[in-house]
């Protein structure tokens, strides 16, 4: 069994009290966050086959809000059905974090849309929302803080290629050699299918 392991770092901005990430990076009263992620998937044939479900462990950096937000474990998912009606496929990141006695729920998702001019912030730009899911009593001085923020986090084409540097097959194994060539063969691919594939134009229906 081989695995495979990177990390990614993304700036941007987020607003507290926001609950959608574009509204929220437009905000005035936004404040600068650096997310840094490292994927581990450690069987990367079973990956391959599906689902496409990796271990994330995430450090939020949001020096206005008390610095660092840690996780202990949480899931990358590469290309999932998207929820948005724009979007084919989605990049989830998902997380607990936790700073002090705080805990905050993050869901991360990169949409990947079929407009083939938009590949690049399609895939690079991560919709990120928090929610702080802190168990709190009438005498927590903290109940009434602000229980959600979202914003835009992004990584440019510096941190991309260094993103590129940091994969790596494991363990130390002649096999490893083909990992990162596989990883990055069937992300191409599903970049051409969400991109490529003609659009349905079936009108969707409304449930009431």
Not at 96 to 120: A, H, T
């Amino acid at each position: 069994m081989t695995g495979l392991r990177f990390r990614e770092t993304m700036t941007g901005r987020i607003a507290m009290r926001a609950t959608d990430p574009a509204a929220g990076y437009r905000q005035t009263a936004a404040v600068a966050a650096t997310l840094r992620v490292e994927v581990d998937i450690p069987d990367v044939a079973a990956f391959l086959a599906g689902p496409r479900i990796g271990r994330l462990r995430a450090e939020l950096i949001v020096p206005v809000l008390g610095g660092r937000y840690l996780s202990t474990d949480g899931e990358f998912h590469l290309f999932d059905r998207g929820r948005a009606a724009d979007s084919v496929q989605e990049i989830r990141y998902t997380a607990d974090l936790f700073n002090n006695d705080r805990q905050y729920r993050m869901d991360g998702r990169k949409l990947v849309g079929r407009r083939p001019w938009r590949v690049w912030p399609d895939t690079t730009r991560l919709h990120l929302t928090l929610t702080d899911v802190t168990p709190h009593t009438p005498s927590d001085p903290d109940s009434f803080r602000p229980r959600t923020a979202a914003g835009v986090v992004s990584i440019g084409p510096g941190d991309f290629i260094r993103q590129l540097g940091t994969m790596r097959g494991y363990p130390a194994d002649p096999r490893t050699r083909w990992v990162v060539p596989r990883y990055l063969l069937l992300f191409a691919r599903c970049l051409a299918t969400g991109y490529l594939r003609p659009r349905d134009r079936t009108p969707r229906k409304e449930h009431r």
